[in-house]
């Protein structure tokens, strides 16, 4: 907000026009030299809110009546509104140049949309480490979900002490607000942008999954051997076919629930009874009674491309469901040892 003792004479003068409204202001342009104009103009551009009684002490000054419209000004798209109306583009351009009449920016944008880009289980193990209502604050302003993807990565005692004061969240002022986003801003999104290295992993990870596991093996201990660094976020995206049986219950069934029969049972055409098996096991009995009839019948005419293709596409839906948050991808070691 304006105060009284930071103003100069041409924001004082242009504070009178705004509040005198646009009829009179415009009379009284006219009398103005280019010169008075400009700076009246440049003025404004800086002008921000102006209290009541600090306003009548300002019309006091230049010992005029004119009230019209004090309180909160919004002064610099007013001021642009009279002027526009009163003034010839081409008188407007003639004293501003090509410079165009501005509001000067109030404060950084709303850090929310670049939360929302912030993988989930990032932004959960921060949250996790806030106080819960904090925690309730910052996923109420997310999609529903981000929001939803976040939790599931939260141990279960926080998560239900967050859920809770989601539930009996009121209205938070702004001031409250915004201690929050500079909070997330200097801590967390600040140490994103230092660092940001997961989109080089995500690129070399998916082209490592396009290899046969020995291939991909292969190439991982000669990154090793040569000291690539960050290969831990690397690993972590690895994910091939094979490694189903790797999986917990819980994480199979979530991923088998959403692929068609028809796509699982292609994969499963030629795999080793124990990968089968553990496949199968996540899936409804009348489902596994027709795949299971499906794979009795062999797979002569089946080309090796598309089963291939359809692993592929399995392998994959289990890595989008991980980097969602719906569950963890087994671990380097447990890769290894199996």
């Not at 000004?73 to 001021?79: E, H, N, Q």
């Not at 939803?148 to 859920?163: C, D, G, H, W, Y």
């Not at 499906?294 to 692993?311: F, P, T």
């Amino acid at each position: 907000m304006t105060t009284l003792t930071t103003l100069t004479r041409p924001q004082k003068a242009a504070a009178i026009l705004v509040a005198m409204g646009k009829p009179s202001a415009s009379r009284l342009l006219k009398f103005f030299k280019q010169e008075e104009l400009k700076a009246l103009i440049e003025g404004a551009r800086l002008l921000r809110s102006i209290p009541q009684n600090d306003l009548e002490r300002i019309v006091a000054e230049f010992e005029a009546e004119f009230t019209e419209g004090a309180g909160l000004l919004d002064s610099a798209d007013r001021m642009d509104t009279i002027l526009n109306e009163s003034l010839s583009p081409e008188e407007m351009s003639a004293i501003m140049g090509d410079k165009r009449f501005e509001v000067a920016p109030e404060g950084p944008p709303p850090i929310w949309p670049d939360l929302e880009k912030l993988e989930a289980g990032r932004l959960g193990a921060f949250l996790s480490g806030e106080h819960p209502q904090t925690s309730a604050l910052v996923l109420s302003k997310l999609s529903s979900q981000t929001a939803a993807n976040v939790l599931l990565t939260m141990e279960k005692p926080i998560r239900s002490q967050i859920i809770k004061r989601m539930v009996t969240l009121a209205a938070v002022p702004d001031a409250a607000a915004k201690i929050v986003e500079s909070q997330l801003r200097s801590s967390l999104l600040s140490q994103a942008a230092a660092k940001d290295i997961s989109v080089g992993q995500a690129r070399v990870a998916s082209v490592l999954n396009e290899m046969d596991k020995p291939q991909l093996e292969e190439v991982m201990h000669d990154l090793e051997e040569a000291g690539t660094p960050d290969l831990d976020g690397v690993r972590s995206r690895l994910f091939a076919f094979d490694d189903l049986p790797l999986l917990t219950q819980k994480a199979r069934v979530l991923l088998f629930d959403g692929l068609s029969t028809e796509l699982v049972t292609l994969a499963l055409r030629g795999a080793p009874p124990a990968l089968t098996e553990s496949v199968l096991s996540a899936i409804g009995a009348r489902s596994r009674r027709m795949i299971e009839s499906e794979l009795g019948q062999g797979s002569e005419g089946v080309a090796l491309a598309d089963i291939l293709g359809a692993r592929k596409t399995i392998a994959v839906a289990t890595i989008r469901l991980s980097r969602e948050g719906a569950f963890e991808l087994p671990s380097s070691a447990q890769s290894e040892a199996a």
